[in-house]
């Protein structure tokens, strides 16, 4: 059953000068899973900017957009094995949210970033 759908576009100008500019901001938003993943790649700034939009789209589509005892570090995106992306949660946040399956879309260029997040129980 779907429990809800949420989807988010950044600018990938406006998180490359989050992480430039705000110390901690990066740790605060990105797992170290994540952080690693987009810095070892050439455009690592539209990878960041696609994870931000993905986390966004989590909060909107469960419902209660960020609320306390949730963290944007442990909503993480990695790739499985065939590439595709996934979304889980972890720590506190699945704690807090509880069991969901999570379906996520990302896609991205120079300037903007999109991510699409379907959450069922």
Not at 22 to 27: N, V
Not at 58 to 64: N, V
Not at 82 to 98: A, S, W, Y
Not at 103 to 113: D, E, N, R
């Amino acid at each position: 059953m779907i429990k809800g759908i949420g989807t988010d576009i950044v600018e990938t100008d406006r998180i490359a000068k989050a992480i430039e500019k705000e110390q901690g901001f990066r740790e605060l938003v990105f797992s170290k899973h994540e952080i690693a993943y987009c810095e070892s790649r050439a455009n690592k700034y539209e990878h960041y900017a696609a994870r931000f939009a993905a986390k966004e789209a989590f909060f909107k589509a469960i419902g209660t957009g960020w609320k306390t005892g949730t963290a944007f570090n442990e909503v993480e995106i990695y790739h499985a094995e065939n590439g595709k992306p996934e979304l889980r949660i972890h720590g506190e946040t699945e704690n807090t949210i509880g069991t969901v399956q999570i379906q996520v879309s990302l896609s991205h260029i120079k300037t903007m970033a999109v991510a699409v997040v379907l959450v069922m129980q």
